[in-house]
């Protein structure tokens, strides 16, 4: 038997990344019931090598769902949306001319490979409770500085040029608009949802030329809470009038997009940059 859909597209709900190519016996009287309905097997590298109590590859679950039910639709904006790394190394550079010191022995690479893990780390921190989303923004520019030996009066000028370059990065992840433009012709209310700094991120749609296709924006900063706290969805949801299940969740994390999204009773669309294309992930939803 075929699959419902060519899973090259990673389409996920809840807890997905893999989609199973061959359905398992007793799921395939079901799978057929339907062309609007997906079968998937809930198993993501990053759940399974998390210390979260999730499913994992010994611990499987079926999951259906009807793809043309949803009025609504939330998309992350940071590697979803917009390209993190050139956003991010366009904003560390200027800041970096701030407070440019000749004598430290890196290189300009080095530095920005460094200050890349440094917030890497905190923010995946962040996404398991360790920190909040505003304290990784006030922890990532001290480390920085502290680990590259500038002095401590480096970390205010940094990370003010940062914040103030990052307003303006814009670079489009492929397909991010077509899929936009696709989606709202479809009749689909879009909403964004994204952990930051409201101001920040709206502009940095805005630049992108992206922002008017959004309803609303829902950012952690405004919302009170971050992604993957089910408040933050709540709080979404409650501000747009929709239930949960009116609405589908878009985004490239594993933790705070899907999970978040399916505690607060979402389904959930998993992007995975490295294998599908936006335009390709969205497919079911506007055939």
Known sequence: MQPLFRLSMSLVVVLISRCSNELLPAQQSRAGSSSARL???????????????????????????????????FIDIDDTLLDYIPCCREAFEAAMSQISNDQCPMSNEEQFQLFFEISGRLFSEAKHGLHTVAEVMELYPKEFIATIGYPESAVDPFKHAFR??????????????????????????????????????????????????????????????????????????????????????????????????????????????????????????IC
């Open 164 to 285: 103030a370059a990052w307003g303006t990065t814009h670079t489009l992840v492929p397909g991010a608009e077509q899929m936009l433009q696709t989606l709202q012709a479809k009749g689909y209310r879009l909403f964004a949802a994204s952990n930051s700094f409201g101001h920040l991120q709206r502009s940095r749609l805005e630049h992108a030329g992206i922002l008017h296709y959004f309803e609303d924006t829902y950012i952690s900063m405004d919302i009170g809470y971050d992604k993957p706290d089910i408040r933050f969805y709540q709080e979404a949801l409650k501000r747009c009038g929709l239930q949960p299940s009116e609405v589908l969740m878009i985004g490239d994390s594993m933790t705070t997009d899907v999970l978040g999204a399916q505690a607060a009773g979402m389904d959930a669309l998993f992007f995975d940059r490295q294998k599908d294309s936006l335009l390709e992930i969205v497919k079911p939803l």
């Open 39 to 73: 079968e998937c097997l809930l198993w993501e590298q990053e759940v399974v090598s998390s210390n979260l109590a999730y499913p994992t590859k010994d611990h499987v679950t079926w999951f259906f769902f009807d793809l043309k039910k949803y009025s609504a639709i």
